[in-house]
């Protein structure tokens, strides 16, 4: 078996092995970009529903739940950075795209809220 028929048969496996293993790198990114983020004056946005932010959250954060977030843009401001986080990394990254695709720049996801935590 060649290389070829060895990434055809096993594509999958790698695709997903490189999603998390982004995930993973992005999320040590904005961990170590923390200190700069909050000295820039960084709104930090929890994008989990109401009631898994009120079990548990992160000094520091709002929430805004992911479902409400189009509707609630006016309360983040396009000028200091937003920092999103979520359970996983995955409400949190489509929160990014709709951010951006509004307009704002300067937007990190973080993923799990708990990495605020330190």
Known sequence: MDLLDLFQKYWPILAVALWFGYKWWNSKRVVALLPELKKNGALFVDVRSAAE????NAPG??????QELGSRLGEIPKSSPVVLCCASGTRSGMAKLLLKKNGYRDVYNIGAWGKFLG
């Open 53 to 56: 932010f009120a079990s548990a």
């Open 61 to 66: 954060t709002i929430n805004i739940p992911l």
